[in-house]
């Protein structure tokens, strides 16, 4: 149990593209799920927090205009990079906390969206 | 302020010897406490969950919890080399969302 799939695994796209990222719970309900950047050799950052039904709650220095979040059902939340640029080339990585089922704060990751942009 | 603090190696232990992870957290109050583990390039996994103060044994792993010292440790028992990732301890403070320390680089040597 307690699987949460992301997808695509890795993309590639050129400079002033937009990438939506996906990011689904596929064995329980997820209220709330959460976006992560990671850079190479350095630890997780939190961009943002996705509640179901109403907006993404996103951390201090994270623009919410170029990571659109849309958390439109209990088992699917999605991250848009809106035209991307070279440096927000990273891997993100979404979880989903099953909460309500006495999960204590638990999050289960995804595999992670490596992106690269030209 | 909220803050989960791990050292960040490189820690490195013979293969079949006991690698211990340790990780301080500042909010006395939080109640449950989390190890994941991260292989490079991939996303974290998690492998130990613990919200009683003592010893929580599972498999090689063993996560310990000292609320009163604000401490909770990972011990992996006969370790081999594909225990090499790096652990992340995360705790939530209050009933929000975990806070990751930045994780301890292990490495097993053959």
């Known amino acids: 149990g307690a699987v949460v799939s992301q997808h695509p695994s890795w993309v590639i796209c050129k400079s002033g593209t937009s990438v939506k990222i996906e990011c689904r719970s596929l064995?329980?309900?997820?209220?709330?799920m959460f976006w992560y950047r990671q850079f190479p050799k350095q630890s997780l950052m939190l961009m943002a927090t996705?509640?179901?039904?109403?907006?993404?709650?996103?951390e201090q220095g994270v623009e919410k205009d170029k990571f659109l979040i849309n958390h439109a059902s209990l088992t699917l939340s999605t991250l848009t990079v809106t035209s991307a640029h070279p440096e927000d080339s990273s891997f993100y990585i979404c979880?989903?906390?099953?909460?309500?089922?006495?999960?204590?704060?638990?999050?289960?990751f995804g595999a992670g969206t490596r992106l690269s942009v030209l | 302020q909220k803050e989960v603090e791990q050292n960040s190696g490189p820690l490195s232990v013979p293969e079949g010897a006991i690698a211990s992870l340790n990780c301080t957290y500042s909010?006395?109050?939080?109640?449950?406490f989390f190890w994941y583990r991260q292989y490079s390039g991939k996303s974290p996994e998690l492998i130990m969950s613990?919200?009683?103060?003592g010893d929580k044994e599972d498999g090689r792993f063993t996560a310990q919890l000292n609320k009163a010292s604000q401490y909770v440790s990972l011990l992996i028992r006969d370790s081999q080399p594909s225990d090499s990732a790096t652990y992340l301890c995360?705790?939530?403070?209050?009933?929000?969302?975990?806070?990751f320390g930045t994780g301890t680089r292990l490495t097993i040597i053959p």
């Open positions: 979880s989903a906390d099953p909460a309500g089922a006495g999960a204590k704060n638990i999050q289960y």
């Open positions: 064995d329980f309900q997820a209220t709330t």
């Open positions: 996705s509640n179901e039904g109403s907006k993404a709650t996103y």
């Open positions: 909010d006395r109050v939080s109640q449950s």
């Open positions: 613990i919200y009683s103060n």
């Open positions: 995360a705790v939530p403070f209050g009933n929000e969302k975990l806070t």
